[in-house]
């Protein structure tokens, strides 16, 4: 399983902002032959029962993984952990604090909303309804949905962006908390699409070595939301700082044309991949 083409280490179910259950995401990328795969959903492992089931059903290797929201210097950073425990009691208290944490945000905003004469309110019951743990992105499908907004993204622009009436940047635990969370879990952090983050390049590569002292062990070097250039700069970053590199699509939808399950390019030349020695005797 040397070939990145068959892996994808950072996806994302109904269970956070997702459009597939866990099932139905496993049962894609089976389809579209990706041997392994990591369900990260957004601060919740509550897909990982259903998602492990279908996996060995399919043959298909599953990687145990959250995506945790955390904050470096007031900017909102994504730890992606992987091959966690999802009984590790620390972890699973920790996912509890943020899912509550996403809700007090999610009230803030809806209420931001009704005194912009929306409905917040119903807006509010409509996100909470949702089965997993409520994330802008769905308010801003209700919001288009209600015809508030033309379609989600006209939703960031109006009213849920930075800058825009209705943002609240939320109060996310220190990037050295979240890396202890995964560590102290078994799993393994890495650091989600570090080239979408608004910063110089001085501070990205102050980030990534901060992380990494912070006990962290991947870099997602090569992502749905990266181009080639992108990924050359994390490459170097990764070898700057001692870190395995990670390759995920972050899927959320299977008609999002710009990160389908599986379809990767390779780790550039002299990155050690995250997954050497953890997929069995395929994935050396």
């Known amino acids: 399983m040397s070939s990145t083409l068959s892996i994808d280490l950072h996806t994302h179910s109904t269970r956070s902002d997702g459009s597939l259950t866990p099932a139905?995401?496993?049962?894609?990328?089976?389809?579209?032959?990706?041997?392994?795969?990591?369900?990260?959903?957004?601060?919740?492992?509550?897909?990982?029962?259903?998602?492990?089931?279908?996996?060995?059903?399919?043959?298909l290797d599953l990687v145990p993984g959250v995506e945790i929201s955390a904050r470096w210097?007031?900017?909102?950073?994504?730890v992606l952990g992987l091959w966690v425990d999802p009984a590790a009691h620390q972890l699973t208290l920790a996912l509890e604090r943020q899912a509550e944490q996403r809700v007090v945000?999610?009230?803030?905003?809806?209420?931001?909303?009704?005194?912009?004469?929306?409905?917040?309110?119903?807006?509010?019951?409509?996100?909470?309804?949702?089965?997993?743990?409520p994330t802008r992105s769905h308010l801003a499908a209700a919001?288009?949905?209600?015809?508030?907004?033309?379609?989600?993204?006209?939703?960031?622009?109006?009213y849920l962006g930075r800058g825009r009436p209705a943002h609240f940047a939320a109060d996310w635990p220190a990037l050295?908390?979240?890396?202890?969370?995964?560590?102290?879990?078994?799993?393994?952090?890495?650091?989600?699409?570090p080239a979408r983050y608004a910063?110089?390049?001085?501070?990205?590569?102050?980030?990534?070595?901060?992380?990494?002292?912070a006990g962290?062990?991947?870099?997602?070097?090569?992502?749905?939301?990266?181009?080639?250039?992108?990924?050359?700069?994390?490459?170097?970053?990764?070898?700057?700082?001692?870190l395995q590199g990670s390759v995920g699509s972050d899927f959320h939808h299977p008609h999002f044309s710009w990160n389908p399950l599986g379809r990767l390019a390779k780790l550039p030349h002299g990155v050690?991949?995250?997954w050497c020695g953890r997929l069995g005797a395929a994935g050396t």
């Open 176 to 193: 050295e908390q979240v890396v202890g969370w995964v560590v102290d879990s078994g799993g393994l952090a890495c650091l989600a699409h």
């Open 105 to 133: 945000r999610m009230r803030r905003i809806c209420a931001a909303l009704s005194k912009l004469g929306l409905p917040g309110d119903e807006l509010f019951v409509a996100v909470l309804a949702h089965p997993g743990v």
């Open 73 to 78: 210097r007031h900017q909102a950073i994504h």
């Open 216 to 242: 962290g062990t991947a870099l997602e070097v090569v992502t749905g939301a990266h181009g080639a250039q992108h990924s050359g700069a994390c490459a170097a970053l990764a070898l700057k700082f001692g």
């Open 143 to 158: 919001l288009a949905a209600s015809g508030h907004a033309r379609c989600a993204q006209d939703a960031f622009r109006k």
């Open 272 to 274: 050690e991949p995250v």
């Open 24 to 59: 139905q995401l496993v049962e894609h990328a089976a389809a579209a032959g990706v041997e392994a795969l990591a369900l990260t959903d957004h601060d919740t492992i509550a897909g990982l029962e259903e998602a492990q089931a279908a996996a060995r059903r399919l043959r």
């Open 199 to 213: 910063l110089s390049a001085g501070a990205r590569s102050r980030l990534v070595g901060e992380f990494a002292a």
